[in-house]
């Protein structure tokens, strides 16, 4: 068969300072750059990437695969007007000289806001049906954080999306996307879906599908996705910081009937609606985190992490706040290290200066979040990198980052990495690449709220979550909402939308 292939993907904080632009997608922040043709297939081989996994499973099979365009940005405010309509037409006329085609592959995020539209991935969807017409399957790979909407699931013939947070199990979802859509080659009529959308936000750093409740929700998910009849179910708990009525996580299911599918759905949401006080855990100011984390040292052998949760550029923060660097000034923390700080201009100048010079730098502060601003000092320059590098942890795995021109700087007992461009803190590469190594320090500050977990939770003595400034809120009752549904709860147990007052000026 003949099977196109497409990437495009961003989850996008409403609330976040800067927004993508066509350079933050053909820079990739984190992950390979924009790529265009066949040499898309070179671009995401071993990574774990869904198109990689998709893509594998596909010729391995034996089909034809018609690559397009694949591109991803870091996490930030609304994709640009301009970003998402050049991406999307690129995509679509590279498809439309690729056809004749059976079927269509999409990676997508499902949380993507652009300046003009509020479902970037519905939209898409829908362009692509108009494309390639009703008899074409579409199908679609998801992040877990993906805020399904309506459209979605009515213009795509089947999304799935991953189940693991951190997202150690992206590869593995494309491929789940192929075997799928072989069953649609062997002859499985499309499916009926059904679906529920949970009635409350969900903290990121609690969705940890590592932790309860989120651990048991997805194995009842792969129990109920068993039934005969059921051919694919999928949970997301959605990215609570994107300010438009479909903002919510998300159970669907899709069946041989009107009847399984409901079934399926019905059983895994009323699970998740037990469990809604389960996602919750202990939070600590930055302050109490550094002396939390220096008492706990004294007696471990290995470090004591603190996820820097709400400067989380996987969520769309710049990456830059200096509240937790403050902290561990101030406490006199020895042999700790904090990263990513990223802020172009003190990278220039540490490289200006040279390793083994000290350079007074205004550090960080600069994307202009409330409580924040730049910690100005002198700082040691001990090593200075291209910022490229092999990632190798289970996140990031087989991804080259290009960070930019970087640095390990020192302050006292602290190392801090800084960048040019920003990649969530979630591989010990991050801090190696600069000469640290993660394993022989007494503290690491994270910036990163889960999928720091997946490389770091096995050499942490401790894990910590703080509250520093941050362009993410971990309570999401603390965001500046206008559009959410009036019936979605701002956070598990808490007040709805329309309870809570802020609906009044909408």
């Not at 939070?283 to 550094?290: F, K, P, T």
């Amino acid at each position: 068969m003949r099977i196109v292939v497409a990437g495009f993907e961003h989850e996008t904080n409403t609330f976040a300072p800067t927004k993508a632009d066509r350079r933050a997608f053909e820079l990739g922040g984190g992950w390979p750059g924009m790529v265009s043709g066949p040499a898309l297939f070179k671009a995401v081989e071993g990574a774990n990437i869904p198109a990689a996994g998709f893509i594998r499973a596909a010729q391995a099979a034996g089909h034809t695969l018609l690559p397009t365009t694949w591109c991803a940005a870091s996490p930030s405010a609304h994709v640009t007007r301009d970003a998402y309509e050049h991406i999307s037409a690129l995509i679509l006329e590279q498809m439309a000289a690729a056809l004749p085609a059976d079927a269509v592959y999409l990676d997508l995020h499902g949380a993507m806001v652009a300046e003009h539209l509020d479902d970037g991935e519905g939209e898409l969807i829908a362009r692509v049906r108009r494309l390639v017409g009703d008899g074409i399957p579409i199908v679609v790979s998801l992040d877990l954080h993906a805020n399904v909407t309506e459209r979605m699931l009515r213009g795509a013939d089947a999304l799935f999306a991953f189940r693991t947070y951190p997202h150690v199990d992206m590869a593995e979802t494309g491929e789940r996307v192929f075997r799928y859509l072989q069953q649609r080659f062997d002859g499985l009529p499309r499916q009926r879906p059904a679906w529920k959308r949970i009635p409350f936000l969900i903290p990121i750093c609690w969705q940890s599908t590592f932790m309860e409740p989120a651990k048991s929700l997805y194995k009842k998910l792969e129990r109920i996705e068993a039934t005969p009849g059921v051919s694919g179910m999928s949970l997301c708990m959605g990215f609570p910081a994107a300010d438009f009525p479909e903002c919510a996580g998300m159970v669907w299911a899709y069946g041989a009937s009107d009847t399984l599918a409901r079934q399926a759905v019905d059983e895994l949401f009323q699970a998740v609606v037990e469990a809604e006080h389960g996602f919750a855990g202990t939070l600590y100011e930055a302050d109490a985190a550094v002396r939390k984390a220096q008492a706990l040292a004294q007696q471990a052998s290995r470090p004591v992490v603190i996820a820097d949760a709400q400067d989380n550029p996987g969520a769309g923060s710049d990456s830059d706040t200096t509240g937790m660097l403050r902290a561990l000034v101030a406490h006199d923390a020895q042999a700790a290290a904090i990263g990513l700080i990223v802020d172009p201009e003190s990278a220039a100048l540490a490289h200006q200066a040279g390793a083994g010079h000290t350079v007074r730098l205004k550090l960080g502060g600069k994307s202009g979040v409330p409580g924040d601003e730049p910690f100005e000092g002198d700082y040691l320059v001990e090593s200075l990198s291209d910022g490229r590098f092999l990632a190798k942890g289970p996140y990031y795995k087989g991804i080259h980052m290009a960070l930019g021109p970087s640095a390990c700087l020192r302050r006292g007992g602290v190392r801090i990495v800084v960048t040019t461009d920003k990649a969530q803190m979630a591989d010990q590469e991050m801090f190696r690449f600069v000469g640290i190594e993660p394993t022989a320090q007494k503290i690491l500050v994270l910036k990163s709220a889960t999928h720091f977990r997946a490389d770091f939770e096995p050499i942490a003595s401790g894990v910590l979550v703080a509250i520093a400034p941050g362009s993410m809120k971990i309570d999401p009752a603390l965001l500046p909402w206008t559009r959410l549904a009036g019936d979605i709860r701002l956070n598990p147990g808490g007040p709805t939308f329309a309870e809570s007052g802020k609906a009044q000026g909408r």
